[in-house]
C-alpha cells in the first residue's frame, strides 16, 4: 500500500473540477446533463488572438521561454496596467505563470511560513484554501453576508488580524459571489492594512473586464500600501482563453524575484505560443467589438437569471456586479424532503439536482458559506432557462 505525503491527503479536491467531472460521467451514461459549476466563457477565443498564435508557430517560438515570460509579454502588460489600471511598473515586476491559479500559488509559496495566518475575505474561490494548506499556512476567515453584498467590512479585517498576520487575499470582481469593490470600499481596508506593515496583499483581479458598473478598481491603486500588493490577472475569462493557460503578477521586484526563483524549480516558463497569443491580448484595448458583446451578453444573462431566481420559492438572491456568478442563500430548503432523499444541506440539494434533473452546481461549502450554492450563467440564454426551469421543477416536490 502506498504511503502517501501528508500535504496531499490534508488536500481537497477542487470542488467544481469534481463536479465538472460527475457532469462527464453523466453525460457519458447518454444524460442531457447542463452545467452550471465551471467558470467558463462559453465565447471563443477572438480570431485576432488565435492569428498571432499561429503566426508564432510559423515563426518557431518553439523553444524553452524565460521563466517569468517573453520580455516583450512582460512589457505589454505594463502597458495595459498603464492603460487601464493607471498603475506604472516594470517588466522586472511582472512574472507570467501557467494560469492565474498558479501565480496566486507562487505568490503564497514565496511568502507564507509554517503558522502564518492568511486573511480570506468569505465567500472565497475555492483553491485560496487549499494552496495554503501547501504552505502550511493558517486561513483566517473573514465571513461577508449577502445582506452587505458579501463585501467584507475594513473594521472586520482589522478584528482578524493578529502578530501572525502575514497576507490577505480577495477578489473583486468576486468569485462565488459576482460582487465588485468599490474605490471607497477598497479605500477603507486599504487604511486598515496601512498600519500593519507585516502583511502583504494579494488582489486577485482575473475577472477585471467582466464588470458592469463602470471602471475596475485596485487596492493597487493607493500609494501608501502599493509596494505589499500583489497584483495577479491573466487572460482566461476576459478574452475567453481558459485553455491557453495564461496568468501573471505584478508585484514588487523582491515578490517578482521570489516568484521567479520558485517558477524556475517547478514549471520554468510557460508555452511559448500562448505567449504570443497573449501579448496580443494585452496590448488591446478593452473596448473591441467581441470584448464589449461578451460582457454585453454576461449582463444580459446575468439580468435573466435574476429575473428566474426570483420566481423560485425561498431563495434569497443578492445583485452581483461582475464576474459571471449568483450565489443564491438556499438554506429554506435545508430539511426539506422528496421520496427517499432528504436534503441536509448545500452539498445535499446539489446531488439532488444533479440526480434528478441533471443540472450541475457547486455547493457553498466549497466557497466557505455552506448556505449558499453557486451559479454559472457563462453559456448560453437556452441552456439559462431550460436549467433553472428543471431546477424550479426539482425544488418544487421538496416538502
Same mark, same amino acid.
Given at each position: 500500500?502506498?504511503?502517501? =505525503?501528508?500535504?496531499i491527503?490534508?488536500?481537497?479536491?477542487?470542488?467544481?473540477?469534481?463536479m465538472?467531472?460527475?457532469?462527464?460521467?453523466?453525460?457519458?451514461e +447518454?444524460?442531457?446533463?447542463?452545467?452550471?459549476?465551471?467558470? @467558463? *466563457?462559453?465565447?471563443?477565443?477572438?480570431?485576432?488572438i488565435?492569428?498571432?498564435?499561429?503566426? !508564432?508557430?510559423?515563426?518557431?517560438?518553439?523553444?524553452y521561454?524565460?521563466?517569468?515570460?517573453?520580455?516583450?509579454?512582460?512589457?505589454?502588460?505594463?502597458?495595459?496596467?498603464?492603460?487601464?489600471?493607471?498603475? /506604472?511598473?516594470?517588466? &522586472?515586476?511582472?512574472?507570467?505563470?501557467? +494560469?492565474?491559479?498558479?501565480?496566486i &500559488?507562487?505568490?503564497?509559496?514565496?511568502?507564507?511560513? *509554517?503558522g502564518? @495566518?492568511?486573511?480570506?475575505?468569505?465567500?472565497?474561490?475555492?483553491?485560496y484554501?487549499?494552496?495554503?494548506?501547501?504552505?502550511?499556512?493558517?486561513?483566517?476567515?473573514?465571513? =461577508?453576508?449577502?445582506?452587505?453584498?458579501?463585501?467584507?467590512?475594513? /473594521?472586520?479585517?482589522? =478584528? !482578524?488580524?493578529? *502578530?501572525?498576520?502575514?497576507l490577505?487575499?480577495?477578489?473583486?470582481p468576486?468569485?462565488?459571489?459576482?460582487?465588485?469593490?468599490?474605490?471607497?470600499?477598497?479605500?477603507?481596508?486599504?487604511?486598515?492594512?496601512?498600519?500593519?506593515?507585516?502583511?502583504?496583499?494579494?488582489?486577485?483581479?482575473?475577472?477585471?473586464h467582466?464588470?458592469?458598473?463602470?471602471?475596475?478598481?485596485?487596492? &493597487?491603486?493607493?500609494?501608501?500600501?502599493?509596494?505589499?500588493?500583489i497584483?495577479?490577472?491573466?487572460?482566461?475569462?476576459?478574452f !475567453?482563453?481558459?485553455?491557453?493557460?495564461? +496568468?501573471?503578477?505584478? =508585484?514588487?521586484?523582491?515578490?517578482?524575484?521570489?516568484?521567479?526563483?520558485?517558477?524556475?524549480?517547478?514549471?520554468?516558463?510557460?508555452?511559448?505560443?500562448?505567449?504570443? !497569443?497573449?501579448?496580443?491580448?494585452e496590448?488591446?484595448?478593452?473596448?473591441?467589438?467581441?470584448?464589449?458583446?461578451?460582457?454585453k451578453?454576461?449582463?444580459?444573462?446575468?439580468?435573466?437569471?435574476?429575473?428566474?431566481?426570483?420566481?423560485?420559492?425561498?431563495?434569497?438572491?443578492?445583485?452581483?456586479?461582475?464576474?459571471?456568478?449568483?450565489?443564491?442563500?438556499?438554506?429554506?430548503y435545508?430539511?426539506?424532503?422528496?421520496?427517499?432523499?432528504?436534503?441536509?444541506?448545500?452539498?445535499?440539494?446539489c446531488?439532488?439536482?444533479?440526480?434528478?434533473?441533471?443540472?450541475?452546481?457547486?455547493?457553498?461549502?466549497?466557497?466557505?458559506?455552506?448556505?449558499?450554492?453557486?451559479?454559472?450563467?457563462?453559456?448560453s440564454?437556452?441552456?439559462?432557462?431550460?436549467a433553472?426551469?428543471?431546477?424550479?421543477?426539482?425544488?418544487?416536490?421538496?416538502k
Open positions: 500500500m502506498t504511503t502517501l =505525503a501528508n500535504r491527503n490534508y488536500l481537497a479536491e477542487s470542488e467544481t473540477l469534481a465538472s467531472r460527475k457532469c462527464r460521467e453523466l453525460k457519458a +447518454g444524460k442531457d446533463v447542463i452545467n452550471l459549476s465551471l467558470g @467558463e *466563457p462559453d465565447f471563443n477565443t477572438p480570431d485576432y488565435k492569428n498571432a498564435a499561429k503566426e !508564432a508557430i510559423d515563426k518557431n517560438f518553439t523553444f521561454t524565460p521563466v517569468p515570460g517573453y520580455e516583450d509579454l512582460r512589457k505589454a502588460i505594463c502597458t495595459k496596467l498603464s492603460r487601464d489600471n493607471n498603475l /506604472e511598473y516594470s517588466p &522586472a515586476q511582472i512574472v507570467v505563470s501557467t +494560469g492565474a491559479k498558479q501565480s &500559488a507562487n505568490v503564497v509559496l514565496s511568502l507564507v511560513n *509554517p502564518d @495566518e492568511v486573511l480570506i475575505p468569505s465567500p472565497y474561490w475555492v483553491s484554501k487549499e494552496i495554503i494548506k501547501v504552505a502550511e499556512g493558517k486561513a483566517v476567515f473573514i465571513p =461577508a453576508k449577502i445582506e452587505n453584498e458579501f463585501k467584507v467590512k475594513p /473594521e472586520q479585517i482589522e =478584528a !482578524a488580524i493578529s *502578530p501572525k498576520s502575514k490577505m487575499i480577495f477578489s473583486s468576486c468569485n462565488p459571489t459576482g460582487s465588485v469593490y468599490s474605490k471607497e470600499e477598497l479605500e477603507g481596508i486599504a487604511k486598515v492594512l496601512a498600519k500593519h506593515p507585516g502583511i502583504f496583499i494579494i488582489a486577485d483581479e482575473i475577472y477585471e467582466i464588470n458592469f458598473i463602470g471602471k475596475h478598481q485596485s487596492i &493597487a491603486q493607493f500609494d501608501y500600501i502599493r509596494d505589499r500588493v497584483i495577479v490577472n491573466g487572460v482566461s475569462k476576459a !475567453a482563453m481558459t485553455g491557453w493557460r495564461i +496568468g501573471y503578477i505584478a =508585484a514588487s521586484v523582491e515578490i517578482a524575484k521570489a516568484c521567479d526563483k520558485l517558477q524556475g524549480q517547478f514549471t520554468s516558463g510557460t508555452c511559448s505560443i500562448a505567449q504570443k !497569443a497573449a501579448l496580443v491580448a496590448i488591446t484595448p478593452p473596448d473591441t467589438k467581441e470584448m464589449i458583446e461578451m460582457q451578453a454576461f449582463r444580459e444573462r446575468r439580468d435573466l437569471m435574476l429575473q428566474m431566481l426570483a420566481e423560485i420559492p425561498g431563495l434569497k438572491v443578492n445583485h452581483p456586479d461582475g464576474a459571471f456568478y449568483i450565489f443564491p442563500d438556499i438554506s429554506y435545508f430539511g426539506k424532503s422528496s421520496d427517499s432523499v432528504k436534503i441536509n444541506d448545500a452539498t445535499d440539494l446531488d439532488y439536482i444533479l440526480n434528478t434533473v441533471f443540472v450541475a452546481l457547486v455547493p457553498g461549502n466549497a466557497f466557505g458559506d455552506p448556505n449558499c450554492i453557486r451559479f454559472s450563467y457563462a453559456t440564454k437556452e441552456k439559462l432557462v431550460e433553472v426551469g428543471r431546477i424550479k421543477e426539482a425544488l418544487g416536490k421538496l
